[in-house]
């Protein structure tokens, strides 16, 4: 990739180009808890954005993107909104740049990326981290990291219409080989916990689909949430968020909301424990409590917080019968991938199992997605 990036830069651009990469994520456990102030414990992955680019002393940017084939220019005031989606990420990252108070002036640019779009692998977070990083050390803004990422997140919340947590651009600007990182979603604390399951891989299935009803359900979820968060709170005022809550407070108002509501929340909490579990595990180097955790929030999101649909239960129930270490699914639900631990020696066997049993029943195969944690926003 970065021999094409380059080769395609110097016959538009010419010579002088340097190149930045960034990555997409994962999530090895922690769903649903962003927004109920817990935990989530995300990584980069050996899947991103390179980018070639060079200031070119004019107040325009031109961008050519090699995987669509197309080139793009635009100015850097806020009414010079470029028509392409795909430009609007890098657009969204140069104004929000400035907007802090950051130089941000013409350059060249040519980028391509090997993320599978849509997958749940935040292709989009890879695109807005890796120019973000990129205008920063070109311009010597001197930005923080953190800053970074929320750079990131305002180009989707203002720019791309999407209203997302911080996670995705975090794991892509924070990401390190062999790390995974615990966020703290209420107070930003995060702490890098050792990610090498020597012996083993992870390999992400994708369904391939992707049900309606994600939205509305999510926002039902939040409320339910809430609804158990401020019952507990009744007894115990220092629960701000649902994750402040022992389980034993939620059992004490357990009568006092739906029951529903109850399921909801024994998920968050279970969940938010989890997270910690896991971290233990890894200091240990235990993988396969990793995977049994792992299980038990596939368990949680399909039966408690009801978020997993026929399609995500199968690829679990397969991995649970080949006895593959851990399985669950990632991100929101309703769709999209399930992200499994897998020893060397079955991954073959598990593959085409999965490949086959899922096709004869849904068919279609899913796709796989072997990942590594790896290295996130960066020099080249
Ligand atoms: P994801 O879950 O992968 O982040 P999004 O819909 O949020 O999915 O972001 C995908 C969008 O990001 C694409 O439609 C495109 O506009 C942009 N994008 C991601 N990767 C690339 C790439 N390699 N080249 C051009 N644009 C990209
Ligand atoms: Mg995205």
Redesign the pocket.
């Known amino acids: 990739m970065q021999t094409k990036i380059h080769s395609k830069f110097t016959e538009i651009f010419g010579e002088g180009g340097v190149q930045f990469a960034s990555a997409?994520r994962i999530n090895l456990i922690g769903e649903h808890t962003d927004y109920n102030g817990g935990y989530v414990f995300p990584g980069a992955i050996d899947k991103g954005?390179v980018a070639e680019i060079k200031p070119n002393g004019t107040d325009t940017v031109r961008l050519y993107?090699l995987?669509?084939d197309e080139q793009t220019s635009f100015g850097l005031r806020e009414e010079d909104l470029p028509a392409q989606?795909?430009a609007r990420?890098v657009f969204g990252v140069c104004r929000e740049t400035i907007k802090r108070g950051g130089t941000v002036k013409g350059f060249d640019a040519v980028?391509?990326?090997d993320?599978?779009?849509?997958?749940?692998?935040?292709?989009?977070?890879?695109?807005e981290s890796c120019f973000a990083f990129a205008l920063n050390d070109l311009f010597g803004n001197g930005i923080d990291k953190f800053e970074l990422a929320k750079i990131g997140q305002s180009t989707e919340h203002n720019y791309c219409g999407?209203k997302c947590g911080i996670m995705?651009q975090f794991a892509s600007v924070f990401g390190k080989a062999g790390s995974l990182i615990r966020l703290n979603c209420k107070t930003l604390e995060y702490k890098y916990f050792p990610f090498n399951p020597k012996g083993y891989k992870l390999v992400l299935l994708d369904s391939c689909v992707k049900h309606e009803l994600a939205s509305s359900a999510y926002n039902k979820r939040r409320a339910s949430c809430e609804n158990a968060a401020a019952a507990i709170r009744r007894n115990h005022p220092e629960v701000e968020f649902l994750s402040d809550a022992k389980r034993v407070w939620l059992d004490e108002v357990r009568e006092q909301i739906p029951e529903e509501d109850f399921l909801r929340a024994e998920y968050v909490i279970g969940e938010v424990q989890r997270v910690l579990d896991v971290c233990d595990a890894l200091e240990r180097g235990d993988y396969e409590t990793v995977g049994e955790m792992m299980y038990q929030t596939h368990f949680g999101l399909s039966k408690l917080y009801e978020v997993s649909c026929e399609e995500l239960d199968f690829l679990n129930k397969l991995a649970r019968r080949m006895d593959v270490t851990g399985s669950r699914v990632m991100g929101g639900g309703f769709g999209g991938c399930t992200i499994n631990l897998v020893k060397d020696e079955l991954y073959e066997d598990f593959i085409k199992a999965a490949k086959k049993e899922f096709a004869a029943k849904f068919g279609h195969e899913p796709k796989v997605y072997d990942v590594v944690v790896s290295d996130g926003a960066r020099r080249l």
Not at 115 to 127: I, K, N, R
């Open positions: 997409g954005i993107s995987d669509y989606q795909w990420y980028f391509a990326g993320v599978p779009l849509g997958a749940g692998l935040s292709s989009s977070a890879a695109l999407v995705d």
